[in-house]
């Protein structure tokens, strides 16, 4: 079992960058995949970035890509999403996960944490 803490979130306006951070315990981290998601208020879950165990592969949603940077530390424990040129759009409340494999879909989730971009 994998536990996530998120960390990172705030306030920016609009066109700034912030850096979310997901620390994960367990001593088998590079045994998991690794995503970022998003909620909105009144909307579903999205998926945002996902990493590979190894993070030489990576994936992002339309709606970030070119902004986003997602990427990971295996040594570490850690999961990283740099967001860069934010927009209000991108307010919701980001969630880590981690999956075992491809087929197995993401298990474990962190707590969350806000991201609001002001106009």
């Known amino acids: 079992q994998v536990q996530l803490v998120e960390s990172g979130g705030g306030l920016v306006q609009a066109g700034g960058s912030l850096r979310l951070s997901c620390a994960a315990s367990g001593r088998i981290f590079n045994r998991y995949d690794m995503g970022w998601f998003r909620q909105a208020p009144g909307k579903e879950r999205e998926f945002v970035a996902g990493?590979?165990?190894?993070?030489?592969?990576?994936d992002y949603a339309d709606p970030v890509k070119g902004r986003f940077t997602i990427s990971r530390d295996n040594a570490k424990n850690t999961v990283s999403l740099q967001m860069n040129s934010l927009k209000p759009e991108d307010t919701a409340t980001y969630y880590c996960?981690?999956?075992?494999?491809?087929?197995?879909?993401?298990?474990?989730w962190g707590q969350g944490t806000q991201v609001t971009v002001s106009a």
């Open positions: 996960a981690a999956r075992p494999g491809v087929l197995e879909g993401y298990k474990y």
């Open positions: 990493i590979n165990r190894s993070g030489l592969s990576t």
